[in-house]
């Protein structure tokens, strides 16, 4: 979860934008939550665009327009139907919260890829814990790549095996800090967890548009 300070807020056509204090990394089409601006730009709501410059309003299309000669950092727009309000600077500052939770497999999947019984509570939270590192590990690596995944539903079962084979990573990793445990005496066996197949399931690091 990220949280960023919103500095100033307009809206205009039905469009609100606010701007942040940092730089936001966030996508469009992505949920962000807003609280202390206004009654009007606070809730849930799904981000539409992050310009980076001005905006002027929507013409007789339903484009967004931008005025090129004013540069701003820092903005997202969203949706939201309302009366028009000129760009003013928000005192105290207001709050966008960014959460990302990626819920493509859970630990039972993971049991079951490793062959091993979940023996209780505590083994059934590792497996959870594994699983949702591994969900959200590869999510943003596919973002990183260019893709724009759904956080709930897996883009297909080839990533779906790639985010279990890495969280069955993590799990064998228990109990070590940068390698697999081994009894070897002849040395540590090096991490291989994000493995050259779970790269080609997932899609990674291959860019989505070439």
Request: aromatic fraction near 10%.
């Amino acid at each position: 979860m990220a949280v960023y300070q919103i500095i100033f807020a307009e809206l205009l056509d039905n469009y609100a934008v606010v701007q942040t204090l940092t730089n936001p990394e966030i996508e469009p089409g992505e949920s962000i939550t807003v609280a202390s601006v206004s009654a009007t730009f606070n809730g849930t709501k799904t981000v539409y665009a992050m310009p980076q410059y001005r905006f002027i309003g929507v013409d007789s299309d339903g484009d967004l327009l931008y005025d090129i000669n004013e540069p701003i950092p820092n903005q997202v727009l969203y949706y939201v139907a309302g009366t028009d309000t000129t760009r003013y600077a928000v005192i105290p500052q207001g709050t966008l919260t960014h959460t990302q939770t990626c819920t493509w497999i859970n630990g039972p999947a993971v049991a079951t890829w490793l062959g091993i019984d979940l023996a209780g509570a505590d083994e059934t939270a590792f497996h959870t814990q594994c699983a949702n590192a591994a969900n959200n590990f590869i999510y943003l690596r596919r973002q990183e790549a260019g893709y724009t995944d759904s956080l709930t539903t897996s883009p297909g079962t080839q990533v779906t095996l790639a985010v279990t084979m890495y969280a069955g990573a993590l799990y064998r990793q228990r109990g070590s800090v940068d390698q697999f445990a081994s009894f070897d005496g002849m040395g540590n066996v090096p991490t291989t967890g994000l493995s050259p197949i779970i790269k080609q399931l997932a899609g990674i690091p291959r860019p989505a548009v070439a």
